[in-house]
T-cell receptor, first 113, second 113 residues
């Protein structure tokens, strides 16, 4: 069935380090892809999205490119900050109106100064 | 514009008790959904609705009921709480098209003793 697989965490980095969080998916058709972020004690917020192959989503210094050939949507940031410490979720939405998001299990990022 | 609101923020129940988790949105979104978040499991869909009067089951519907009498509200009912329902519950909404961003409420933390 349709699914999202994220790299296991936690990921621990020093401030200004480069971040990659891997995400791959299995889906019928051509889904839209999303990254959500959850800061401690809060709900999920959309970080970025891409709706078709080769699209690049970007926000707050984070980027992810929709790679159809490798069914991937890896999240990257060139220089992380302590304030980026959060749980990151990769998700997909199938190409049918009204369908639910399918989430990965989340990756916890901890950035120290 | 309050977005997606949830009440209560935190609740303790005894096994067998019933309660309703409230969710409301003021963005005129057709689609609303309930997720539960458990450690190591990510977010799992409980129930969803594509409009007033229409609901459907998600991945983990057992033990939960929903109804959608208005566009704005989508309450989740636990008829007889069990310890396995201890979790954090998130309500979310979006416009119906699959590419639309989903907005999450702040969550309800439920403890069933």
């Amino acid at each position: 069935g349709d699914s999202v697989t994220q790299m296991e965490g936690p990921v621990t980095l020093s401030e200004e380090a480069f971040l990659t969080i891997n995400c791959t998916y299995t889906a019928t058709g051509y889904p839209s892809l999303f990254w959500y972020v959850q800061y401690p004690g809060e709900g999920l917020q959309l970080l970025l999205k891409a709706t078709k192959a080769d699209d690049k989503g970007s926000n707050k210094g984070f980027e992810a490119t929709y790679r159809k050939e490798t069914t991937s949507f890896h999240l990257e940031k060139g220089s992380v900050q302590v304030s980026d410490s959060a749980v990151y979720f990769c998700a997909l939405s199938l190409n049918q109106a009204g369908t639910a998001l399918i989430f990965g299990k989340g990756t916890t990022l901890s950035v120290s100064s | 514009n309050a977005g997606v609101t949830q009440t209560p923020k935190f609740q303790v129940l005894k096994t067998g008790q019933s309660m309703t988790l409230q969710c409301a949105q003021d963005m005129n979104h057709e689609y609303m959904s309930w997720y539960r978040q458990d450690p190591g499991m990510g977010l799992r869909l409980i129930h969803y609705s594509v409009g007033a009067g229409i609901t459907d089951q998600g991945e983990v519907p057992n033990g939960y009921n929903v109804s959608r009498s208005t566009t704005e509200d989508f309450p989740l009912r636990l008829l007889s709480a069990a310890p396995s329902q201890t979790s954090v519950y998130f309500c979310a909404s979006r416009h119906l098209a699959y590419q639309e961003t989903q907005y999450f409420g702040p969550g309800t933390r439920l403890l069933v003793l």
